[in-house]
């Protein structure tokens, strides 16, 4: 990874930050970086490993030269730069929902799906934050005893809503702390003390649009269409961290300790099997690992279990998913330096 050239658009929003975090812990000799954002940043300065860095303001002619590019920004500017990325030879790792349902573009947790970089065109996306997860989880289960349905009802913190609403849940806090607006009804946006059963737009199906994406994001990822899959996610006063209790309806009775064993064996989980001792956001944040704990039979369905998964969306519900994409791609060979072979994917 040192050798190559990175492109990081986004670099100054929560995901992007998190991300700078980790390459400069992950990779003691940091690999070239090029930091972009809108030009509201451009000029900003960005400590990454013990150098500055500028941020420049992102454009469809900022690729040149770039290896791989990592969005983090919008759907729309997805749409505009992932392209151009592409045709200056960059592959691209994007981290919205612009392309995830397309059929010319992976869909990827590594762990789960890592072969799917090989059938890349340019573009790789990674899937949302609570999606992410849910296959972590499922994937080992489903390989021995073939998934049929799963309901999963998150807890989701406001960082998955970006660096603007962290801010807005620390001056809602502050302000609901001096008391004056106790009694007062939640006002629309309302999060400090409150918990919103909705995340993204509503669709005619009355589930909203997250809810639809883990859904058809999980049946891709787990090459799966025929598992049912519902979901009600909900926005908590969490700083990082995503929770969700999730049901699994299995083919065949799964036992708590065979889905202990398999979970345990799945890199990247930490199960908890002590019942009490449950994993929560507070300590999950920073951590790369996905947290299962609580793991139960379903005492409504003989073939059913319940878990309690919890991840640092920022991190594995992100920028750690997109870094551990490229790795993938260069463990592969598909993804080698322009300025030492000239091949990148
Ligand atoms: N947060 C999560 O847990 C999470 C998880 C998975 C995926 N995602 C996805 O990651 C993306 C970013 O999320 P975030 O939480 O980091 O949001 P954020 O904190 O609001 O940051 C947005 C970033 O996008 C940049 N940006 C805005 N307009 C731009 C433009 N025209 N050109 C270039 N850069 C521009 C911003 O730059 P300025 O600072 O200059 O405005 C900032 O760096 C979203 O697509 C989100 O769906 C987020």
């Not at 949302?128 to 997860?133: G, I, K, W």
């Not at 309901?151 to 603007?164: E, F, I, K, L, N």
């Not at 919103?196 to 809810?211: K, N």
């Amino acid at each position: 990874m040192q050798d190559l050239t990175i492109a990081v658009v986004g670099a100054t929003g929560a995901v992007g930050a998190e991300f700078l975090r980790i390459v400069e812990t992950r990779y003691p000799n940091l690999p070239k970086l090029k930091l972009l954002a809108s030009s509201r940043s451009a000029g900003k300065t960005i400590k990454v490993g013990g150098q500055d860095f500028v941020v420049e303001e992102a454009t469809v002619n900022s690729f040149d030269g770039v290896d791989v590019a990592f969005i983090s920004a919008s759907s729309a500017v997805s749409h505009e730069l992932a392209p151009a990325a592409v045709a200056a030879g960059a592959v691209v790792i994007d981290d919205g929902s612009a392309f995830r349902m397309e059929d010319s573009v992976p869909l990827v947790v590594p762990e789960v799906n890592g072969a799917d970089v090989e059938w890349h065109e340019g573009i790789i996306s990674i899937p949302n934050c609570s999606t992410t997860p849910l296959v972590m989880a499922a994937h080992p289960l489903h390989q021995v005893n073939p998934i049929k349905r799963m309901v999963a009802d998150t807890y989701q913190s406001v960082s998955g809503a970006g660096g603007g609403a962290m801010a807005n849940l620390r001056e809602q806090s502050e302000k609901l702390l001096d008391a004056d607006s106790l009694t007062s009804k939640s006002g629309e946006g309302q999060i400090a003390y409150n918990v919103v059963p909705q995340i993204d737009r509503f669709l005619d199906s009355g589930y909203t649009f997250e809810e639809q994406k883990m859904k058809q994001e999980s049946q891709k990822i787990l090459h799966a269409p025929e598992i049912q899959i519902s979901a009600t996610c909900v926005r908590v006063p969490v700083y990082i961290s995503h929770s969700a209790s999730v049901h699994i309806e299995f083919t065949r009775p799964m036992m708590v300790e065979e889905a202990t064993e398999l979970l345990k064996a799945m890199p990247g989980i930490t199960v908890l099997d002590n019942p009490a001792d449950y994993p929560m956001p507070w300590d999950v944040a920073g951590e790369d690992d996905v947290f299962i704990g609580r793991i139960r039979q379903d005492m409504s369905h003989p073939s059913g279990l319940v878990l309690w998964i919890v991840s640092d969306n920022l991190r594995k519900g992100a920028a750690l998913n997109s870094l551990q994409i490229a790795e993938e791609l260069v463990s592969r060979g598909r993804l080698k330096p322009k300025n030492i072979s000239g091949v990148t994917s």
